[in-house]
């Protein structure tokens, strides 16, 4: 009975954009800068200070909308969101509210009971407010860089069902958005934040008492938040209590969350339309102008790299992750044969090493076509993997020139006459072995291989060995 209870989740997300410019002013949208460097009198709120639209912040928060399937509405509005606190210094915040810019929408994600949409309720277009720096001395420091920085702000509705579907979907939302150009996403930076709703509902019952989850900063914070509020909330009602409606945030450290505002506290924002701003016009020639920019986004690609280059889902899928990765994967497939030789080693040779060295595929010093190349010699049999991925690693490692090592090794490849020779040597010392393979003892073959590959000090292609040996001893008896 009480493992019955369902955990449902709803995710509220902002986005910021990355525009030159802020939302309503002229000022750079620039992380990092010296504080308080990039302002003026829109994003001070000084009294009588007008904001204009930064269309390129409407522009890309369309193409989100058109990304993710939503209802993009020709009129929106924009409203002011009253509130007093030392980082909002117009006292209100610009955001879009009921009338918002697109509504509907989803994304698909894939757990472990197959395919689910993630729906969306509505997207809107906001401002950001200040930085809070909060010093160890108690004082608290205000940047207003940050503030009237454009966000996308998205909610979700609650379709998710346990932490891991929360995770996986922001993964996913975070690889479209990148694939997109709208944001990096970066969460240390405050790119991309997360609040979660979060209920349990028991069996028969509609919905359950919600609990809005603040201060998620990570993946892995949503993650652990969500648990550990789910197992919050269970005990709760397995003891025969009721979950309380508040704000929780969630303590990364401690592991925990506290109780942040209860509803009785909820503000009353006093929303009213911005007189100072028109409605914004969404126009049809805009949206189609729009469309023809959309890139290529993840799951298309996947589809695509599994049907056009013939390699396995899996691959596809870890080549499809990043975008300058199905780049380079793609540029290197002009030139390599084998396109799932090709795959394979940038999964395992080339994200092992990126990985390992904390770096990018921007930042590796080979380049696609030469690794197409380079590959060729291993689809032709012309040099084996295991002197291959020598070489490349000795490339990579002791900065030393691929071509230079490749051809290096290509002098000193076994000709067919001499590995002929050493073949023949091999089965006429090991007459037991041949025999047991003829009598249908298979896995000797491997055992011959060895030898062949040792006699001839790994200079041969264990493949074009194999084949040799095979055609040599003839099938095995039935
Ligand atoms: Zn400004």
């Not at 969404?282 to 023809?292: A, F, G, P, S």
Request: with cysteine.
């Amino acid at each position: 009975m009480e493992n019955k209870l369902e955990p449902v989740i709803g995710l509220e997300i902002h986005i910021q954009l990355n525009t030159e410019t802020k939302l309503f002013c002229k000022c750079k949208n620039e992380y990092g800068a010296t504080p308080n460097t990039h302002i003026c009198p829109v994003c001070l709120g000084y009294p009588g200070a007008l904001p204009v639209l930064n269309e390129e912040a409407v522009r890309l928060a369309l193409k989100v909308a058109l990304a993710l399937h939503a209802d993009i509405h020709k009129l929106s509005r924009f409203y002011r969101k009253n509130y007093f606190y030392p980082d909002l210094p117009k006292g209100y915040q610009i955001t879009q509210y009921t009338e918002s810019l697109a509504t509907g929408g989803y994304i698909e994600i894939e757990t472990s009971k197959g395919y689910k949409r993630i729906r969306l309720e509505r997207m809107n277009i906001e401002e950001e407010a200040a930085k809070s720096i909060h010093t160890d001395t108690g004082e608290v420091l205000l940047d207003y860089n940050r503030s009237g920085i454009p966000l996308l702000e998205m909610v979700t509705l609650p379709d998710m069902n346990s932490p891991e579907e929360a995770r996986t979907f922001l993964e996913k939302l975070r690889l479209i958005l990148r694939y997109l150009e709208v944001s990096e996403c970066d969460m240390e930076k405050g790119e991309l934040r997360v609040d979660a709703n979060i209920s349990l509902r028991k069996p028969g019952e509609k919905l359950g008492v919600k609990v809005e989850l603040k201060n998620l900063n990570s993946f892995k914070s949503v993650y652990d938040g969500l648990n550990h509020e789910i197992e919050r909330q269970k005990k709760i009602l397995q003891g025969g209590g009721t979950v309380i409606q508040e704000t929780r945030l969630w303590d990364e450290y401690k592991k925990e969350t506290r109780t942040m505002r209860v509803k009785e506290e909820a503000h009353d924002y006093r929303y009213f339309p911005e007189p100072d701003l028109p409605p914004l016009v969404v126009r049809d020639t805009e949206i189609e102008e729009l469309k023809k920019t959309l890139p290529e986004l993840p799951d298309e690609k996947l589809k695509r790299f599994v049907s056009q280059y013939n390699i396995g889902k899996d691959q596809a899928r870890i080549l499809s992750l990043n975008k300058n990765l199905a780049d380079y994967f793609e540029r290197a497939a002009q030139v390599a044969e084998d396109k799932r030789l090709l795959a394979n080693w940038i999964n395992v040779e080339i994200l092992g090493y990126l990985n390992e060295n904390n770096l990018g595929i921007q930042e590796f010093r080979i380049h696609a076509e030469e690794l197409g190349e380079f590959l060729n010699y291993v689809s032709r049999g012309k040099l084996s993997y295991n002197m291959a991925k020598d070489i490349f690693k000795k490339t990579l490692y002791n900065e030393e020139s691929l071509k230079h090592l490749l051809e290096e090794a290509l002098s000193s490849t076994i000709s067919s006459q001499e590995l002929e020779k050493i073949i023949n040597k091999v089965l006429e010392e090991n007459q037991e072995l041949v025999e047991k393979f003829r009598n249908g003892k298979t896995g000797v073959l491997g055992a011959l291989i060895g030898k062949v590959m040792k006699e001839t000090r790994g200079r041969a292609d264990a493949r074009k060995v194999k084949e040799i040996l095979e055609s040599k001893i003839g099938s095995p008896k039935t």
